[in-house]
């Protein structure tokens, strides 16, 4: 597991070529666009089958120029440096290409494109929704229900989500995890903060209700109703450790209660601190379990970011940690759609936070700390879960590390300390929230992981959600009236509005049809299915060259209850 | 909008001979002055100012019907024939469509000449092309069909196509058909130069004045209620298009006339910056469902989309045609398919989309004739966007209909008898012709079944034959089995059996045929219509003589089989009659019979309340019980004997079928093959299909469809009525001598033309051919309509077709003609004639060897039978 997860180009901590190969990744698309055509129909060969078996092809075809490469590809380096090596192979070798081509055109010309009931099988595999029920046939919920869907880049996918209705408190809570370094500690966190700041949130009457259940033996109220896809599992070795960590955490609330009503922000504050906390303290302590050991050991050492909203009536809060996105989808009077952040990036892109980072260490290390907009030029995110190689003091890494199982000793990765590592932590847990107050005109939320905000603008994302939501058919009629319009021109337009169409009907989701565009864009904003059919028939190896995961949630909210809120009539 | 005023300022300047001619037309641009006033009384009355009305006058006036009025509730040629395309095609599949479509061109091309008004004739040719195989040999049927009736046309290659047209993109073309003499008119001026004619020929033509209804005494018609004041008329003409079921409907006496509106998209561009030439052919791409054709300079190219837009359904008022709204999105698909053809059209500049509706019919043939409830009360309408096709042709039909009595050419195609009220269910007519339009443009194959508007009428064992792995086809309105699917196998998608070759169906169909040949089979035959005729006295038997050629007065229990002829002797219906009394009898004819028999019948017996005649098709449910062994199954189930000694062919007794009494049993199978007819009161028809099937099992008894009945009729040399027969064949021409009765002691309806006939010989003979070197499995099938060559010269075309399973070989029916070498003239066709030929049948452009034969083969008959015992009846239109 943490072998594979080398090749996450967020945290590259390989020694050696591979960490450079990072900055390979901007060099991407050039490789697309020019090597598209040979890759394009290599990449469904590559598929399904081994590299070694490709390379025999190679050989088989072109024995005397490739038997030294194949001998190469076959030890297994391919995974390093892939893309350079097709490249370079490429290009020199047109003909062999051709020869390529017209073989496989002869023989099985089909396979090299998915057909469409094929890519939505990929796209809808995760796909989720949940309507909040309605009673008495009104829904007094501001939520009207989400959708929510994942695409895998990595495999396994590191990017989690969660969905959960607060059942003691009122609320519902949603959040996207992106995993780094393993899915651990996404899987970790996806699984227990929502537990963490509905407990935050209890009023101390619960709190001692449940401590009392717990203590006489007696049934715990239930706190929490999940809203999972089947593919979302939950871990079930460590759920004893977990639950321990939490009650250790409510206890401490009834001791220290301090008798005030709760406030949203400061529980999710405490929350996020908390777990991250306590992540880190199992991971020191250990667990006589070995296989526990080796659990908590590898979810402190990956890590995780998370952007999760709670939803309760008209208030809104976002508490983010780390570079995915929450964003607010405003519809305009004029029936246009734009966009509201209710999150900030921690990454190097945001002066505030690089700022932050800089306060926090000594002069001296100013120049080493943020290093190709990368915390210690290697961390992309600026702030996370998990990540204990930047928050442990080295002395303590080495101590857990030496200490612990060999899977670990053994990894290169875990041994790896940051260069330039003077005074930890460098990391936090800590989220930035944003309260908001909904409006009838806020429509709905996103929550995403970065891997869609790197391929859409978020004002896209506004309308895409927007029409998707509200149907294509307010598509206002076209009229040629007086202007001069081509032929061309106009079929060209009418193309896109029915590729807008086809593709709205075609997802049943709002978040498979973002994740459809967010692939399959054109240069023209529309949907290319042979487009889509190629980033998704990406063997493993190559799609994290070309994509990352990609998990959202698409929350919609009641604007007739926001409506009522607003008028006091609830 | 602004193609209108263009419109508008092109006829008036081209015709103000025909402002001065038209005294009565009321001044419309300029100041209002008084509109002249109606004529209290005219002989007919023409509603509807677009092709066919004026039309419908130019004709009445030719043929010497100069007392007509023609009434228009907005301006002449405003409306449909305004915005429509203009093209004048003759490459239709139908031949009647085709025959009025040619002469609608040669009208056209003279009517400039003939009446000093600017039609903008301009003979373009056109070419239709062919993106697939199947299209291509559908172009090469139609083409083979227009070459024999003397329209020159011809099938090209894709290269031949570039150099006909500089535009079209060639390179998914496998051919094309180029028709040369097909033209471009202006639609509106052509309407109004047919106006200018027939008022010069002194028919009245108003303007602004709208029909409200229809005036109806005794089911005659009395006159026309107009919102100017009312009309005294004899005859009433429905031309109003899409409004004409409205118009039906309002008055006392509704008249149904099937047909709904749909919207009509295409789009007009400016000038291309190198102008196509006035002459560049119009382009067909039926494929890409479009047509493209020159205009001004640019282009106007429509089609029919797959997802049509009905309009009108609720029925609305007519200026809302002006206010139509272009629909772009909904063009998108056939933009792309002009793109596609003419890739250089990029950069030429749209001008507008024009929104014009069309009316379509339920079977996407147009609607003409007399309605069969008001005498005198005559419709031409519903042209499926061929108006300007047809428009001239189905004119002149309809007036030499109404001048007349018939027609000169057989329209049953077009009849509006073809239709009852069950076509008239507005929900019916909506989803139907949604199916229609896209039609248009669709690959016509044999034995397409429309799939809409379906399970209408059925019969009570509907649901168990549908268990059984029934497949289902419609006959006016009413659904009947082709054949049974067998446990565990599959046939194609719908889609995907369409096909001129072997169907898949093939062996199915065979092995039910076998069954009956061999053993017993069961054919649900419900549809069949069915009329009782009784009287008090001999008031039945008198009128029935005098309809029918061949003698009803026989003994009670038999079974007459007889045409029901016009004065020229020609079938006006083909039927059997059980004499089931002294005073009653039992008449069964086709399915598609139901109106027009009634209609006829109606006109032609005389009014007597001691003579009843009753339509009781829904009253029995008919099983046809085919093959050698169902005598015994019939006779374990009635513990009767029926061996022909007991039950002579041609035989009819009510009996009793298991605990069922009162059932109708004749021996009769209308396949020439050994069996019963059972016509079972329909509470009855499960019980007894149960116990057919029950007793029938050890005889080794199995369902059968309508596909093995026209396989077992066909190769016994049977003629259908409607397909083979209609009213210009009569029984001399086809060989049923024996079923005229001329010395039967009394007069009847064609006794005077067919007795001329025996005397003088026929012009045309029915004849069966066996196709010799055509192989089942490779060659393209024979449908019907395939042009006939005796010794290389054409002389005649077929008028059906099946495989026959026991000679295992096509046999094609069909009528030959013996056209005089030099002169072209019809001679007489004798039995030499038809012997001494070598024949040839050409399917799609190939021409396959056959032999011909005026009488069926003796050897295929299980039983010999006396000749005049030997039913020749038919009543299944394919």
Not at chain 2, 140 to 145: D, E, G, L, P
Not at chain 2, 307 to 320: A, D, I, S, V, Y
Not at chain 2, 361 to 385: H, K, Q
Request: glycine share 6%; aromatic share 10%; net charge negative.
């Amino acid at each position: 597991m943490l072998a594979a997860s080398c090749c996450d180009r967020r945290m590259c901590v390989c020694p050696g070529p591979r960490r450079i190969a990072i900055p390979v990744r901007s060099s991407r698309l050039p490789l697309l666009s020019d090597a598209m055509p040979a890759p394009t129909h290599l990449f469904p060969l590559i598929r399904n089958c081994e590299i070694s078996r490709i390379c025999s092809t190679m050989c088989y075809c072109h024995h005397k120029h490739l038997c030294c490469l194949s001998s190469h590809f076959a030890h297994g380096h391919f995974r390093y440096a892939p893309q350079k090596k097709f490249a370079a192979l490429y290009r020199p070798k047109e003909n062999f290409y051709q020869f390529i081509h017209a073989r496989d055109y002869a023989s099985t010309p089909q396979r090299f494109y998915l057909t469409p009931p094929q890519v939505n099988s990929i796209l809808k595999a995760n796909e989720y929704s949940f309507k909040v029920p309605e009673f008495d046939g009104k829904n007094v919920s501001s939520v009207l229900g989400f959708d929510s869907n994942q695409l895998p880049a990595n495999a396994p996918i590191e990017d989690r989500r969660s969905a959960a209705t607060c059942l003691q408190t009122r609320g519902m809570l949603l959040g996207v995890f992106d995993g780094h370094a393993g899915c651990a500690c996404a899987q970790a966190v996806s699984e227990r903060l929502f537990y963490y700041i509905a407990v935050s949130l209890l009023p101390h009457e619960t709190l001692l209700e449940i401590e009392n259940a717990v203590e006489s033996g007696r049934a715990l109220l239930p706190i929490l109703q999940w809203h999972k896809h089947p593919n979302d599992y939950f871990s079930k070795e460590a759920s004893k450790l977990y639950f321990n960590s939490l009650r250790t955490y409510w206890q401490e609330l009834i001791d220290l209660n301090s008798g005030e009503t709760t406030d949203v922000k400061e529980a999710l504050i405490n929350a996020f601190k908390r777990l991250d906390n306590d992540i880190s303290l199992e991971a020191q302590v250990g667990d006589p379990n070995s296989f526990l050991n080796y659990l908590v050991l590898r979810v402190a050492f990956s890590g995780a970011t998370a952007c999760v909203a709670h939803v309760d009536g008209v208030d809104l809060h976002v508490a983010n940690t780390g570079d995915s996105r929450a964003m607010l989808g405003v519809q305009e009077e004029d029936g246009s759609w734009s966009a509201v952040n209710l999150s900030y990036d921690h990454n190097a892109q945001n002066e505030r936070e690089v700022e932050r980072v800089k306060t926090e260490h000594p002069k001296s290390e100013e120049k080493s700390l943020v290093k190709q907009d990368r915390l210690l030029g290697l961390l992309m995110p600026f702030r996370a879960f998990g990540d204990v190689k930047f928050k442990w003091s080295i002395e303590l890494q080495k101590r857990v590390v030496e200490s612990g199982p060999d899977q670990l000793n053994d990894n290169e990765y875990t041994k790896f300390i940051p260069p330039n590592y003077h005074t930890p932590p460098y990391l936090t847990a800590e989220p930035e929230v944003i309260h908001h107050k909904l409006r009838p005109q806020d429509k709905f939320l996103v929550l995403a992981t970065d891997g869609l905000w790197e391929t859409m603008h978020r004002q896209d994302v506004a309308r895409i959600v927007g029409e998707y939501l509200t149907g294509v058919h307010h598509q206002q009629p076209i009229a040629v009236g007086g202007y001069k319009v081509t032929l061309g021109q106009m079929h060209g337009l009418l193309t896109e509005r029915r590729a807008k169409i086809s593709s709205v009907f075609e997802d049943q989701n709002a978040a498979t049809h973002l994740i459809r565009h967010a692939v399959g864009n054109n240069e023209f904003g529309t949907v290319d299915h042979e487009r889509l059919s190629k980033m998704l028939s990406l063997p493993e190896e190559l799609a994290r060259m070309y994509r990352d995961d990609i998990t959202i949630i698409v929350v919609q909210f009641n604007s007739h209850v926001i409506g009522a809120y607003q008028n006091g009539e609830l | 909008m602004f193609l209108r005023l263009l419109a508008d300022v092109r006829w008036r300047g081209a015709d103000p001979k025909w402002r001065s001619a038209a005294r009565c037309r009321s001044a419309s641009g300029t100041a209002e002055t008084q509109p002249v006033p109606l004529p209290a009384e005219a002989r007919v009355v023409i509603c509807g100012g677009g092709i066919t009305g004026t039309s419908v006058a130019y004709h009445l006036a030719k043929l010497g019907w100069k007392d007509v009025v023609l009434l228009e509730q907005g301006r002449l040629a405003a409306g449909t024939t305004r915005f429509c395309a203009g093209i004048v095609s003759t490459a239709r599949p139908v031949s009647i469509e085709l025959k009025m479509a040619d002469y609608s061109n040669k009208l056209y091309q003279q009517l400039e000449q003939e009446t000093g008004v600017q039609t903008g004739y301009v003979k373009t040719g056109s070419v239709s092309l062919a993106q697939t195989q199947d299209r291509l040999i559908s172009l090469k049927r139609i083409a083979s069909s227009l070459n024999v009736s003397g329209i020159p046309c011809e099938i090209i290659s894709p290269k031949q196509v570039a150099q006909l047209h500089p535009l079209i993109n060639i390179h998914d073309l496998v051919g094309a058909m180029y028709v040369p003499e097909d033209a471009l008119v202006l639609s509106a001026n052509v309407s109004l130069a047919l106006a200018t004619a027939a008022s010069r020929n002194g028919v009245q033509i108003h303007e602004r004045t709208s029909v409200s209804h229809v005036s109806v005494q005794k089911g005659r018609v009395t006159g026309v209620e107009t919102d100017r004041g009312h009309i005294k008329c004899q005859y009433f003409v429905n031309c109003a298009g899409q409004w004409a079921y409205e118009l039906g409907h309002s008055g006392e006496e509704p008249v149904n006339i099937p047909l709904h509106a749909c919207e009509h998209f295409y789009l007009l561009t400016h000038p291309l910056k190198e102008p196509l030439a006035n002459n560049v052919p119009t382009v067909v791409d039926p494929d890409g469902r479009i047509y493209i054709r020159n205009w001004q300079g640019g282009i106007l190219s429509g089609g029919f989309e797959k997802n049509p837009k009905p309009l009108f359904t609720e029925g609305r008022n007519q200026l809302e045609i002006h206010n139509l709204q272009e629909d772009w999105d909904h063009f998108e698909p056939l933009l792309s398919s002009l793109l596609r053809r003419m890739p250089n059209l990029e950069a030429l500049q749209i001008m507008q989309l024009v929104n014009c509706p069309e009316s379509f019919t339920p079977d996407m043939r147009c609607i003409m004739g007399e309605s069969p409830t008001v005498r005198g009360y005559f419709v031409l309408a519903g042209m499926n966007s061929a108006g300007i096709s047809y428009g001239g042709g189905a004119g002149k039909y309809l007036a030499e209909w109404m001048v007349n009595g018939y027609p000169s050419e057989n329209v049953w195609p077009l009849d509006l008898k073809r239709f009852g009220t069950l076509q008239s269910s507005r929900t019916f007519l909506r989803h139907r012709v949604m199916e229609v339009m896209p039609l248009i443009c669709d690959l016509k194959v044999p034995r397409w079944d429309f799939q809409t508007g379906r399970q209408l009428r059925t019969s009570p064992l509907y649901d168990r034959l549908d268990a059984q792995g029934a497949r289902w086809m419609e006959k006016h309105g009413f659904e009947r089995v082709k054949y049974f699917v067998p446990p565990g196998k599959d046939l194609l998608d719908l889609d995907q059996s369409k096909t001129f070759y072997k169907p898949d169906w093939f062996d199915i169909v065979g092995s039910e045929v076998k069954c009956c040949k061999e053993a017993v089979c069961v054919i649900d035959m419900s549809s069949f219509t069915k009329f009782e005729i009784s009287s008090t006295g001999d008031q039945a038997l008198q009128s029935l003589q005098y309809l029918f050629s061949n003698d009803l007065d026989v003994p009670v229990g038999h079974v007459v089989h007889t045409g029901m002829l016009n004065e020229n002797g020609g079938y006006e219906n083909d039927c059997s009659i059980a004499r089931l009394s002294k005073r009653s009898f039992f008449m069964i004819s086709p399915t598609d019979q139901q109106v027009h028999c009634w209609a006829w019948l109606k006109n032609h017996l005389p009014e007597d309340s001691n003579l009843t005649i009753e339509d009781v098709t829904w009253k029995y449910t008919a099983l046809n019980l085919i093959g050698p062994r169902a005598v015994d199954v019939l006779s374990e189930l009635s513990y009767a004997p029926m061996t022909p000694e007991h039950f002579p062919s041609f035989f009819c007794k009510e009996m009793s079928v298991g605990y069922a009494n009162g059932i109708r049993v004749m021996s009769i199978t209308h396949t020439g093959e050994p069996g019963f007819m059972l016509y079972i009161p329909i509470e009855y028809a499960l019980h007894v299909y149960n116990e057919v099937m029950n007793m029938g099992q050890k005889y080794g008894i199995r369902n059968a469809g309508y596909y093995a009945l026209r396989s077992l009729r066909i190769e016994k040399f049977f003629a259908f009525w409607g397909q083979d027969l209609d009213a210009f064949t009569t029984p001399m021409e086809c060989g049923r001598e024996f079923q005229v009765k001329l010395e039967k002691g009394m007069e009847f309806v064609g006794q005077e033309a067919l007795l001329e006939q025996k005397q003088n010989g026929v012009y045309k003979r029915f004849t069966m051919f066996i196709l010799e070197d055509h192989d089942t499995d490779m060659d393209l099938w024979p449908w019907w309509g395939e042009p006939i060559f005796r010794n290389g010269r054409y002389v005649g075309k077929t008028t059906s077709s099946a495989y026959s399973y026991t000679l295992e070989r096509h046999v094609c029916l069909g009528f030959v003609q013996h056209f005089d070498e030099k002169t072209g003239e019809e001679l007489v066709v004798t039995t030499d004639f038809i012997n001494q030929g070598e024949y040839e049948i050409d399917i799609a452009g190939q021409r396959f060897q056959a032999k011909a034969k005026l009488y069926p083969f003796s050897s295929l008959f299980a039983q010999r039978r006396r000749k005049d015992e030997v039913e020749l009846s038919g009543y299944q239109r394919e």
